[in-house]
């Protein structure tokens, strides 16, 4: 018999068309997550699973799904599975790193622009009917000639930066391993402590992975060192902000407004996560909020969803897979090549 693959979410025909070949396939052509409950069902005598941005993994859950060989996840960020279980389990984890980037980065800069030019404002009043022509209203700040603050400069830090490049901004970032100085010329990038970037941005961009050093970076405290009326953008997780302080810097007139497509009540891994997003950043019309969008291009997920496939028949057939983040010490029923 093949071997047992369980899909936690809709893919493309295509991504069918390549597991079939090789595995039996329970798939879930669903938009929306299956339930943990029902997920950890599927998989109790499944040999692979094909992860997505909602799912969870702990220890209680690789246990529970003693035959699982292979967890393939169709994503970048990895917070919400606990690599060390799966390492002492003998479950092979594998991510998809790279193609997410450049859309990422697209919507980041779709984001800044947005809400720096009050575009979904102008939306509700064209809409409205309200509108009449031309007025001196919702008068924004443009990106030209501003100075943009990346913290975090990873593959998607830098890639904003080269999209940056045609907006005549000042760059600034800060990052633990800087730039060796002739990337940093390349980008027009200049490396500062976070203080000064705080001070001089008039954008800044989030760009950091959720860790326990990062976990509420953005407080009252963070808050208080910025440059006032400047743009706050999250691309990264939402975990990073603390968003009560989110809305108070926002309500206070600090913080000039706050974009995100990610949310702390998305981190499944952080325990006393919130339900949703908070009420009154729901309220405030200094935000432009988008529903974890950055690699929602449609053929960007189409092979997102192909590595991962690709990455799991690779762990069954005992080859090591694209794209793994660990390596088990005894792969369960596998061997190490």
């Known amino acids: 018999m093949p071997p047992k693959v369980v899909l936690s979410s809709w893919v493309h025909p295509e991504v069918i068309a390549l597991l079939a070949s090789a595995v039996e396939i329970v798939p879930h052509q669903e938009r929306e997550a299956l339930p943990a409950d029902e997920l950890r069902r599927r998989c109790r005598d ?42 002492r389990q003998g479950v092979w984890l ?10 990422t980065a697209e919507l980041a800069i779709g984001l800044m622009i947005g809400l720096a030019r009050n575009i979904l404002p102008g939306d509700r009043l ?14 924004g700040r443009g990106l ?13 830090g830098k890639a904003v930066a080269r999209r940056l490049a045609g907006f005549e ?35 800044i961009l989030l760009g950091l992975p959720l ?5 509420g970076l953005v407080d009252a405290g963070f808050l208080r060192g910025l440059k006032r009326g400047a743009f706050l953008i999250n691309i990264a997780r939402g975990s990073l902000v603390d968003e009560s302080a989110i809305a108070e810097a926002l309500e ?14 998305e981190d499944w891994a952080v325990e006393e996560r919130p339900a949703g997003v908070h009420a009154r950043l729901l309220a405030s019309d200094r935000t432009l909020f988008t529903p974890h969008l950055g690699s929602a291009v449609d053929d960007v997920r189409r092979d997102i969803a192909l590595e991962a496939a690709s990455s799991l028949i690779e762990a069954l ?15 369960r029923g596998l061997g190490l090549p």
């Not at 909602?54 to 606990?82: M, S, T, W």
């Not at 594998?94 to 859309?103: A, G, M």
């Open 211 to 215: 860790t326990s050093e990062t976990l």
């Open 252 to 265: 206070s007139g600090a913080l000039g407004g706050y974009a995100a497509d990610v949310f702390a009540f």
């Open 144 to 156: 030209d000639g501003s100075t943009v603050g990346l913290i975090g400069l990873g593959a998607v």
């Open 169 to 203: 901004t000042t760059l600034l970032y800060t990052d633990r391993v800087p730039l060796a100085s002739h990337e940093e010329e390349a980008l027009r990038l200049r490396c500062v402590s976070r203080d000064q970037l705080l001070r001089r941005s008039d954008f």
């Open 46 to 87: 499944a040999q692979g699973l094909m992860a997505f941005m909602p799912d969870r993994v702990d220890e209680a859950f690789l246990r529970a799904c003693p035959e699982l060989k292979v967890i393939a996840c169709a994503l970048k960020g990895y917070d919400n599975f606990d690599t060390a279980a799966c390492e």
């Open 126 to 139: 064209v809409r409205s009917g309200r509108f009449r022509g031309w007025r001196p209203v919702l008068y």
């Open 94 to 103: 594998t991510i998809v790193p790279d193609r997410l980037t450049l859309p």
């Open 317 to 331: 057939q005992g080859r090591v897979p694209t794209g793994a983040v660990n390596r088990p010490s005894a792969a």
